[in-house]
């Protein structure tokens, strides 16, 4: 069974960092892209940005470009989502996808984990 | 970036009404469209990808249609347990963008 679970999500300050983690299960990491979507409460889907496979170049959203950076440690089953320099518009439910690069959909989602940025 | 412009926002149809939802992509996007389900409380349910094949699992009164410019997501028959907000993604050109979402209710 396929499975993802977000974590690292929390209270964080204007202008500080935050990791998120993906941790995967139940497929073989490597030969899948991996995406991140974010949901700022009560509005729709934005896409994030997505890590591709073998040799995991990265794509990202403008408004995250040079603040957030994707990588990936198949080895782990794991895909990070590194924030920096974090806004209040960054306040959302964080999603992990398998999928979602140029040739797969988002297939299977986490559940999410929740980043508020606040001082 | 593509635009995508969903309608209608929201509606609000009858158990066994069929039901349309519209997405219209700025610029000719093929036939790159995923419809995306979203109950309330929930992570995105993929149905539909590249814009008429339906996911494995997802009941057959779910269907997609359309190329370059104008797609449509139908259920021809609602059921409760489709109450939900629906999204269109297009993933054509970076940023990948979403459409506004259609909420979804049923009288």
């Known amino acids: 069974e396929v499975r993802l679970v977000e974590s690292g999500g929390g209270l964080v300050k204007p202008g500080r960092s935050q990791r998120l983690s993906c941790t995967t299960s139940?497929?073989?990491?490597?030969?899948?892209?991996m995406s991140w979507f974010r949901q700022a409460p009560g509005r729709g889907l934005e896409w994030v940005g997505f890590?591709?496979?073998?040799?995991?170049?990265?794509e990202y959203a403008a408004s995250v470009r040079g603040r957030f950076t994707i990588s990936r440690l198949d080895s782990s089953n794991v895909v990070h989502l590194q924030m920096n320099g974090l806004r209040t518009e960054d306040t959302a439910l964080y999603y992990c996808?398998?999928?979602?690069?140029?040739?797969?959909?988002?297939?299977?989602w986490g559940q999410g984990t929740l980043v508020t940025v606040s001082s | 970036d593509v635009q995508m412009t969903q309608f209608p926002s929201s509606l609000s149809r009858s158990a066994g009404d069929r039901v349309t939802i519209e997405c219209q992509a700025s610029q000719d996007i093929k036939k790159k469209v995923n419809w995306f389900q979203q109950k309330f409380g929930e992570a995105p349910k993929l149905l539909i990808y590249d814009s008429s094949n339906l996911e494995p699992g997802v009941p057959s009164r779910f269907s997609g249609f359309g190329s370059g410019t104008f797609f449509l997501l139908t259920i021809a028959s609602l059921q409760p347990e489709d109450i939900a907000t629906y999204y269109c993604q297009q993933y054509h050109s970076l940023p990948y963008t979403f459409g506004q979402g259609t909420k979804l209710e049923i009288k």
């Open positions: 139940g497929f073989s990491l490597g030969a899948y892209s």
């Open positions: 996808a398998r999928g979602g690069g140029e040739h797969l959909p988002a297939q299977y």
């Open positions: 890590i591709r496979s073998n040799g995991g170049t990265a």
